[in-house]
């Protein structure tokens, strides 16, 4: 498919991916067109993929003189209308994003196709704003009572503040017990979240770089394979782009977990990778503006290798 041209600029726009969602990047006037329910899947994915994008954008940004005119739809050549899209914020947080009023997103979009049309210093504004927003909620609770109530204790009644949240008719909380601790743990979670123990990791296959053991996690139903000895990964068809856009605690989890199977020895180094599955030979391929840095696929299965950096400059964002 040919180059479509920018809204504003007139110039060839550069296409490009953030998880699930295919983009086209302005590398003039830094603005990004998304298709049809894009820009609204970005933003509800949380901070952390917006900022990957937003620093993307940035760094291949070159800059130039731009056009005044209206911007007008790349795909239908209409023009397009002003519209706002809103911010997934709870009603009690009060931010504010870039020429926006509170909780929303000012944006261009196409009546035909429902395309939108924003440029980047907007979505770093919607990005700043989601970071305060993320933090307001995720304060601690308040403290409990350093002194016990004697009235309350007497009376042989149990301080609200310190009741069991499921204790009653309430049921209990379901999860997967740690084997070590005991405690309960959400379903698919790599690590016990008391005592850090791994929870999965069973051995399923051999590493296509180093011939170390693959181990299979699971982050919130993305099944991956990880290397015990360089720690690289081994990915299906989509589950980077489903990581990616996780939230910034479990992509954490997901790199705790990698590090906790990674040993750093490896008994050999191919410069050539062959897949593991299909025995092929698997080539360089690009990540889009995700990362500059490349991975390797598999030309019959398509599944994706990615060293032990590139993993987790892509799941921390840095």
């Known amino acids: 498919m040919s180059a479509r041209y920018c809204p504003r600029c007139i110039q060839p726009m550069n ?29 509800g994915a949380g901070s952390r993929p917006l900022w990957r994008l937003v620093e993307g954008i940035r760094a291949a940004r070159q800059g130039g003189k731009t056009c005044d005119r209206p911007p007008s739809c790349p795909s239908c050549s209409l023009s397009l209308h002003q519209t706002t899209l809103p911010l997934p914020i709870p009603p009690p947080v009060a931010v504010e994003t870039a020429g926006a009023t509170a909780g929303s997103v000012p944006a261009a979009a196409c009546l035909i196709c429902e395309g939108h049309w924003t440029e980047v210093e907007v979505l770093g504004g919607a990005a700043a704003a989601l970071t305060t927003a993320e933090s307001a909620v995720a304060a601690p ?57 791994m929870l999965q990791g069973d051995p399923v296959g051999t590493c296509p770089h180093c011939e170390g053991t693959l181990h299979h996690l699971n982050s919130l139903g993305v099944e991956f394979a990880v290397c015990g000895g360089c720690g690289g990964v081994l990915l299906e068809v989509g589950s980077l782009d489903a990581l990616l856009m996780q939230s910034g605690v479990h992509q954490e989890q997901a790199v705790l977990a990698i590090r906790k199977l990674r040993t750093g020895r490896q008994s050999t180094s191919h410069a050539h990778l062959h897949c593991p599955r299909c025995r092929l030979v698997m080539f360089e391929s690009t990540l889009g503006i995700i990362s500059t840095r490349p991975g390797a696929t598999c030309p019959q299965c398509r599944r994706l290798f990615l060293d032990n950096a590139l993993i987790e400059q892509l799941l921390l964002g840095r």
Request: aromatic share 6%.
């Open 15 to 43: 296409s490009g991916r953030l998880g699930p969602v295919t983009l086209e990047l302005c590398l003039r006037c830094g603005g990004v067109w998304f298709p049809a329910h894009g820009l609204a899947t970005v933003l």
């Open 141 to 197: 609770p308040p403290a409990r009572p350093s002194r016990p109530d004697y009235e309350t204790q007497a009376s042989g009644k149990q301080p609200e503040e310190w009741k069991v949240p499921w204790a009653g008719s309430a049921p209990r909380p379901s999860g997967d017990p740690c084997p070590g601790c005991g405690a309960l743990n959400p379903r698919h979670t790599p690590l016990c979240l008391s005592c850090g123990r």
